[in-house]
């Protein structure tokens, strides 16, 4: 139609920020969170317990069945992203997969911290949980989101690496 | 003077070549995760994510007010005080203000806790303060956050073509949400919807499906195992019977069009104001009917009424509904107080099953006191209308749901 104009253009952001190295990060990071999601699935949808270590696959229908189909989503995320990560679309999907396993695990982290302050005691008594019981409450065993987040934090690095790669190509032009 | 169309378009580009000027854009990480979260493939997952988040830390913030420190407060200070100062042990204003008590060998017994005092001073403001109040303030909270960082408008253009289906679109879902809160101002939130017949399913889905945050918190306190099932069985019945709604309700469902906002950071002095505001008109509009109906529902027990309704309906409840004849006065009493008939039902000794099917039916019945009365403010046919469909959907549903049991050798 006559007249008709876009008011601003798109246009894809491509500086070189991801380095082979990177893609070989996320791919791996990628399939181990995949098998965590499938774990925690598979450990909700059989009923049973599985622990190993520092490791503790939870069973319940919220953490292990929801919980564990989003860490799937997350795997699928970094996997389907890592290829030509230059590209501002695919980068955005493995921030993405590192948002879900940080909504994951920052749940299990805030769940942790309500769950050490008070005594729960319904009886009276100290209102306050202990401060051998509260550092008991921060022990391991930790479910797999929580042991991922600190390998999911990685993405910062890239973020802010393709933000000052921005600034300098935003500078220059 | 008057323009043709095309004269016009042109008139449009001089101003617009007069006066804007354009640049390249540089898509950021912002605007790439904006597009993921619409895009229904990566949208969905990321949505399944949030909403596992808002449900999660609602639980945890609420269990640690509510089970860590109300809970004691309650039961182990408050109610034996009361139990103690107030005047008339027995009489009809104790049982209606403290505790209702109960009879063994013939004589009075005080109640051990909050949830089974009955009372108006006890399980009324603890039902009101202990546990409701934590659970608005973390739901309030969250979906300011949500709305204010603009993850709302996504999602609901994500949702758009689900919700058409039952003869909504995408801004339904803020009505829905806010009725996770409190049904009154979901109820209020209908007014966004265009046309009669999206205001009406959409109010009659609230309160029918939506359970609000008082029975929310209570669920999470008595019956946290079955939680998922029950809010499973409420989505399913909700756009079941939307779906039905839109094919038998005449009028118009258009399409909307929305100003989806790029992801901003939010700021604190908003997201308070929002939230008081929220928390400040539910304690206004919602509590004294919390208060109220904690007192009428005392009354009627103690004059026999529910045990007379109950015993009158059981067969109701025992064949259509399959759930025990004991639980036919709580689901009685849910007229008034939906959080306390949830508390009574979580004592009665029936199978996960029933529970599941008890607590369904006390979510999908009657829309408490203040419910009622804003949908009433909204027009007395509309209110007529929901309550005739209401009534069918409880029987059909209900006995749905007892089908279903039945057929998979659980109920």
Same mark, same amino acid.
């Given at each position: 139609?006559?007249?008709?104009?876009?008011?601003?253009?798109?246009?894809?952001?491509?500086?070189?920020?991801?380095?082979?190295?990177?893609?070989?990060?996320?791919?791996?990071?990628?399939?181990?969170?995949?098998?965590?999601?499938?774990?925690?699935?598979?450990?909700?949808?059989?009923?049973?317990?599985?622990?190993?270590?520092? $490791?503790?696959?939870?069973?319940?229908?919220?953490?292990?069945?929801?919980?564990?189909?989003?860490?799937?989503?997350?795997?699928?995320?970094?996997?389907?992203?890592?290829?030509?990560?230059?590209?501002?679309?695919?980068?955005?999907?493995?921030?993405?997969?590192?948002?879900?396993?940080?909504?994951?695990?920052?749940?299990?982290?805030?769940?942790?911290?309500?769950?050490?302050?008070?005594?729960?005691?319904?009886?009276?008594?100290?209102?306050?949980?202990?401060?051998?019981?509260?550092?008991?409450?921060?022990?391991?065993?930790?479910?797999?989101?929580?042991?991922?987040?600190?390998?999911?934090?990685?993405? $910062?690095?890239?973020?802010? =690496?393709?933000?000052?790669?921005?600034?300098?190509?935003?500078?220059?032009? | 003077?008057?323009?043709?169309?095309?004269?016009?378009?042109?008139?449009?580009?001089?101003?617009?070549?007069?006066?804007?000027?354009?640049?390249?854009?540089?898509?950021?990480?912002?605007?790439?995760?904006?597009?993921?979260?619409?895009?229904?493939?990566?949208?969905?997952?990321?949505?399944?994510?949030?909403?596992?988040?808002?449900?999660?830390?609602?639980?945890?913030?609420?269990?640690?007010?509510?089970?860590?420190?109300?809970?004691?407060?309650?039961?182990?200070?408050?109610?034996?005080?009361?139990?103690?100062?107030?005047?008339?042990?027995?009489?009809?204003?104790?049982?209606?203000?403290?505790?209702?008590?109960?009879?063994?060998?013939?004589?009075?017994?005080?109640?051990?806790?909050?949830?089974?005092?009955?009372?108006?001073?006890?399980?009324?403001?603890?039902?009101?303060?202990?546990?409701? &109040?934590?659970?608005?303030?973390?739901?309030?909270?969250?979906?300011?956050?949500?709305?204010?960082?603009?993850?709302?408008?996504?999602?609901?253009?994500?949702?758009?073509?689900?919700?058409?289906?039952?003869?909504?679109?995408?801004?339904?879902?803020?009505?829905?949400?806010?009725?996770?809160?409190?049904?009154?101002?979901?109820?209020?939130?209908?007014?966004?919807?265009?046309?009669?017949?999206?205001?009406?399913?959409?109010?009659?889905? &609230?309160?029918?499906?939506?359970?609000?945050?008082?029975?929310?918190?209570?669920?999470?306190?008595?019956?946290?195992?079955?939680?998922?099932?029950?809010?499973?069985?409420?989505?399913?019945?909700?756009?079941?019977?939307?779906?039905?709604?839109?094919?038998?309700?005449?009028?118009?469902?258009?399409?909307?069009?929305?100003?989806?906002?790029?992801?901003?950071?939010?700021?604190?002095?908003?997201?308070?104001?929002?939230?008081?505001?929220?928390?400040?008109?539910?304690?206004?509009?919602?509590?004294?009917?919390?208060?109220?109906?904690?007192?009428?529902?005392?009354?009627?027990?103690?004059?026999?009424?529910?045990?007379?309704?109950?015993?009158?309906?059981?067969?109701?409840?025992?064949?259509?509904?399959?759930?025990?004849?004991?639980?036919?006065?709580?689901?009685?009493?849910?007229?008034?107080?939906?959080?306390?008939?949830?508390?009574?039902?979580?004592?009665?000794?029936?199978? =996960?099953?029933?529970?599941?099917?008890?607590?369904?039916?006390?979510?999908?019945?009657?829309?408490?006191?203040?419910?009622?009365?804003?949908?009433?403010?909204?027009?007395?046919?509309?209110?007529?209308?929901?309550?005739?469909?209401?009534?069918?959907?409880?029987?059909?549903?209900?006995?749905?749901?007892?089908?279903?049991?039945?057929?998979?050798?659980?109920?």
């Amino acid at each position: 139609m006559a007249g008709q104009s876009t008011s601003q253009t798109s246009q894809t952001s491509s500086s070189s920020s991801a380095s082979p190295v990177a893609v070989i990060y996320f791919a791996i990071l990628g399939i181990v969170t995949v098998a965590a999601g499938l774990t925690d699935l598979l450990v909700t949808a059989s009923g049973s317990e599985f622990a190993y270590g520092i $490791l503790e696959v939870p069973n319940d229908l919220f953490r292990g069945g929801w919980g564990g189909l989003i860490m799937l989503f997350a795997g699928l995320l970094y996997l389907s992203g890592v290829r030509n990560m230059d590209d501002i679309h695919q980068f955005a999907k493995v921030t993405m997969g590192s948002i879900l396993i940080w909504i994951i695990a920052g749940c299990d982290i805030f769940a942790r911290i309500t769950e050490s302050i008070p005594s729960y005691s319904e009886e009276t008594g100290p209102w306050f949980n202990t401060l051998p019981g509260f550092i008991e409450a921060y022990a391991p065993p930790y479910a797999p989101a929580v042991l991922l987040l600190p390998f999911s934090l990685v993405v $910062l690095y890239y973020i802010s =690496k393709r933000a000052s790669g921005e600034t300098r190509g935003g500078n220059s032009s | 003077m008057k323009l043709s169309h095309e004269e016009r378009w042109d008139l449009i580009d001089m101003i617009s070549r007069e006066t804007v000027s354009f640049g390249a854009y540089r898509h950021t990480l912002k605007d790439a995760i904006g597009e993921l979260t619409i895009k229904p493939l990566t949208g969905i997952p990321i949505a399944i994510a949030v909403m596992y988040g808002f449900w999660s830390v609602f639980g945890s913030f609420a269990g640690f007010f509510t089970d860590g420190f109300f809970v004691r407060f309650f039961d182990a200070y408050w109610l034996p005080w009361l139990q103690e100062v107030f005047p008339g042990q027995g009489s009809f204003l104790y049982t209606i203000m403290v505790d209702a008590g109960g009879i063994e060998s013939g004589e009075f017994v005080l109640s051990s806790n909050c949830l089974e005092s009955f009372g108006v001073l006890t399980s009324g403001l603890f039902v009101a303060i202990g546990v409701v &109040l934590p659970a608005i303030i973390i739901f309030y909270l969250t979906l300011a956050l949500l709305e204010d960082i603009g993850y709302m408008p996504r999602l609901a253009v994500l949702i758009d073509t689900m919700l058409h289906k039952i003869g909504l679109h995408g801004y339904a879902i803020v009505p829905t949400i806010l009725s996770l809160g409190c049904n009154v101002p979901g109820v209020a939130a209908t007014r966004i919807l265009e046309t009669k017949k999206q205001r009406f399913i959409m109010m009659t889905l &609230l309160a029918i499906f939506i359970p609000c945050g008082a029975q929310i918190g209570i669920m999470q306190d008595v019956v946290p195992d079955l939680m998922g099932w029950i809010l499973l069985y409420l989505i399913i019945g909700y756009f079941i019977f939307g779906y039905i709604l839109n094919k038998v309700i005449p009028g118009r469902a258009p399409e909307f069009l929305i100003d989806v906002p790029p992801y901003r950071r939010p700021m604190l002095s908003n997201i308070g104001k929002k939230v008081g505001g929220r928390v400040r008109g539910f304690f206004v509009v919602a509590l004294p009917f919390v208060m109220l109906g904690c007192a009428i529902v005392g009354v009627l027990y103690q004059f026999g009424v529910i045990r007379f309704l109950g015993d009158l309906l059981a067969p109701i409840f025992v064949g259509w509904f399959g759930v025990p004849a004991e639980t036919a006065g709580p689901l009685i009493a849910a007229f008034l107080r939906k959080d306390l008939a949830v508390a009574q039902l979580s004592v009665i000794e029936m199978t =996960k099953y029933q529970m599941i099917t008890a607590v369904v039916l006390v979510s999908i019945y009657f829309p408490c006191v203040a419910t009622f009365a804003m949908m009433l403010k909204e027009g007395w046919k509309e209110l007529i209308g929901a309550l005739a469909v209401l009534v069918v959907t409880v029987f059909a549903y209900g006995g749905l749901i007892h089908l279903i049991g039945k057929l998979l050798g659980v109920a």
